[in-house]
């Protein structure tokens, strides 16, 4: 009987004497261990594989980058550096003379924007906001109303509004040819529980009236890191909540004028757990320090938050909440943050 008619061939180079292929390898990991860092791991494939090739895909798998080609033949790990808001697919195959196996590939796209963050909310993002309780009904035209919120860094911290007369709406063309959530001056959305230490809290709105951005729900004072936003004339000011304020009113920390009402704001508030480690930023620009006001510590708290208002009731917020990022603890790559949202919203 010729070859033609022979079944089962895998191993008949290895019976002719001729090299195979290697064994692929198995249990690719991806997990970020930074804001611009991802580890790989995996169990390497045959023992006498000369080499390994690692790739990437930021579009699904669709292309393919080369990282290495001459990864050692027993690697079984690597320390890829990212750019955050990038979803990443991984694959790797193993070499020798013979050619190379077929490739392992992560389960789904890695992200290393979410290394340390209990919060992620983006606007921009229709898959993200339901019209519906739970993860139910996705938004599918603008000026639908959101009942969720949904949190993009898979702890389930999901801003909720079960009252359909006080629901954000999706809006299209936001900022920069991107969606937002809308809200109207008298809208509001709540996240049940959330626990902050020492932590860092982005945000990028477009407001055009003064109201309460992120707050600590029963604003009982002991939650001090919060943005407000309120009218002086027809500009904002952007200040810390450290006691209780109405319009116009303002404690020591505050920041001067920004600009024009309606301009779209990129904001970072950076709470270290001290005095000097307490910063606020608007548009990357360190604009309020320890040295420049009273700024004090943030202490731990598990409590429910608002968005867009106090206590959903009063001091609301009117205009666009693009995106709203909160790390715990502390961001130490802070710049890698910004350059994220530059690039995406373009508020500086």
């Avoid at 079944?7 to 008949?12: A, E, P, T």
Wanted: glycine letters at 12%; charged letters at 10%.
């Amino acid at each position: 009987m010729g070859l033609s008619g022979m079944s089962g061939l895998s191993g008949l180079s290895g019976i002719l004497g001729f090299p195979e292929k290697p064994s692929p390898p198995t249990s690719l990991v991806a997990t970020p261990t930074g804001i611009t860092s991802i580890a790989l791991t995996w169990t390497a494939g045959s023992a006498d594989s000369t080499a390994q090739t690692l790739d990437y895909s930021t579009d699904g798998g669709s292309t393919w980058t080369n990282i290495s080609s001459s990864l050692a033949g027993n690697a079984n790990s690597y320390s890829f550096s990212s750019n955050p808001g990038t979803g990443y697919l991984f694959r790797v195959a193993a070499t020798d003379a013979a050619g190379a196996s077929s490739y392992v590939v992560t389960n789904s796209a890695v992200d290393s924007i979410v290394y340390g963050m209990v919060g992620w909310w983006d606007g921009s993002d229709a898959t993200s906001l339901y019209t519906g309780s739970g993860h139910s009904s996705p938004v599918s035209a603008n000026g639908d109303s959101i009942q969720t919120f949904a949190d993009k860094s898979g702890n389930g911290n999901d801003f909720v509004q079960a009252t359909s007369g006080t629901r954000p709406t999706y809006v299209t063309g936001a900022q920069n040819g991107l969606s937002g959530v809308n809200f109207n001056g008298s809208q509001a959305m709540q996240l049940a529980s959330l626990t902050l230490g020492t932590h860092s809290i982005f945000i990028v709105f477009k407001a055009t009236a003064n109201g309460l951005l992120f707050e600590h729900s029963p604003n009982t004072n002991s939650y001090n890191g919060l943005f407000l936003a309120t009218t002086v004339g027809s500009t904002f000011k952007l200040q810390r909540d450290a006691s209780p304020l109405s319009d116009g009113q303002f404690g020591t920390d505050y920041v001067a004028n920004w600009g024009i009402t309606g301009s779209a704001i990129t904001a970072g508030w950076m709470n270290g757990g001290t005095a000097a480690t307490n910063l606020l930023y608007v548009n990357n620009s360190l604009v309020l320090t320890a040295a420049g006001a009273t700024l004090t510590s943030c202490p731990s708290v598990t409590d429910a938050f608002n968005l867009c208002s106090r206590n959903q009731d009063s001091i609301f917020v009117t205009g666009v909440i693009c995106e709203l990022l909160i790390y715990t603890p502390m961001v130490s790559d802070v710049s890698a943050i910004w350059s994220y949202l530059r690039s995406k919203w373009a508020t500086w």
